[in-house]
């Protein structure tokens, strides 16, 4: 059964386009023009995502994304939100929103497939959660099991230390999406503050195990002026 969604946004152009293309990528879709009409989709469609616009003239955005995770069966790591704004400035609503449960803001204007690779990925890593024995698919060659504490890649263990593991599924667990190194000090280390040596030599020494060309790296990529993030593809064609 394919991965049902809930598209929410007041915008009957950006609806109609994104369903259109969703639907082609073998994803269930239903659309709904405000929160409120959402709220009350919920039981009924029981989407595995919902894309939630921030603005809206009916409803905010922030206050839905709320009313979700306070409803039953969608708390966090149940099921997903992607909060979509229109915004750049708003900081505070990106803020907000992840802070009350949203898995992913984006900023439009995007491209179709920007929001089909944050799908994917927040896919993957909702059914690792859900299975917590099965495996996370970085790519076809290359995964991991969160609960054994397992990788592989073409089907050979790759043998990492417990913090080298620690800072591979942290990325994992935020697939495609920058960390800084902040946040990896903060919530791998333990530690803020922290100089940035320690963790530039772990991933460094990731990389000479995971990568295929340490030097050009396929999997643990910088992103330069925040930090690293862990390309994952759902398949050869991503």
């Known amino acids: 059964m394919p991965p049902k969604l809930l ?39 029981e989407p595995d995502i919902v894309i939630l616009d921030v603005r809206m003239p009916l409803s905010d955005g922030l206050d839905v994304c709320r009313a979700i995770r306070q409803h039953a069966g969608y708390e966090i790591g149940r099921r997903g939100i992607i909060m979509i704004s229109g915004y750049r400035k708003e900081v505070v609503d990106k803020v907000a929103g992840l802070e009350i449960g949203a898995d992913i803001y984006m900023i439009k204007p995007f491209e179709p497939r920007e929001l089909l690779v944050q799908l994917k990925a927040l896919w993957r890593l909702m059914q690792a959660d859900k299975t917590q024995t099965g495996w996370f698919q970085v790519d076809e060659n290359f995964r991991i099991n969160f609960e054994e ?90």
């Open 7 to 45: 598209l929410v946004d007041d915008d009957p152009v950006f609806r109609s386009q994104f369903k259109t293309y969703l639907e082609a990528e073998f994803f269930s879709v239903t659309v709904a023009e405000h929160g409120g009409a959402a709220l009350s989709m919920l039981d009924s469609v």
């Open 149 to 238: 504490r397992i990788v592989e890649i073409g089907g050979q263990e790759v043998k990492l230390t417990k913090l080298e593991f620690d800072v591979l599924a942290y990325l994992a667990k935020h697939a495609n999406q920058p960390r800084s190194r902040s946040d990896l000090a903060t919530d791998v280390w333990k530690y803020e503050g922290m100089d940035d040596n320690p963790i530039n030599r772990c991933i460094s020494v990731l990389r000479r195990k995971l990568e295929p060309d340490p030097d050009n790296p396929r999997y643990i990529q910088p992103v330069y002026g925040v930090g690293y993030k862990l390309v994952v593809r759902s398949s050869s064609r991503d």
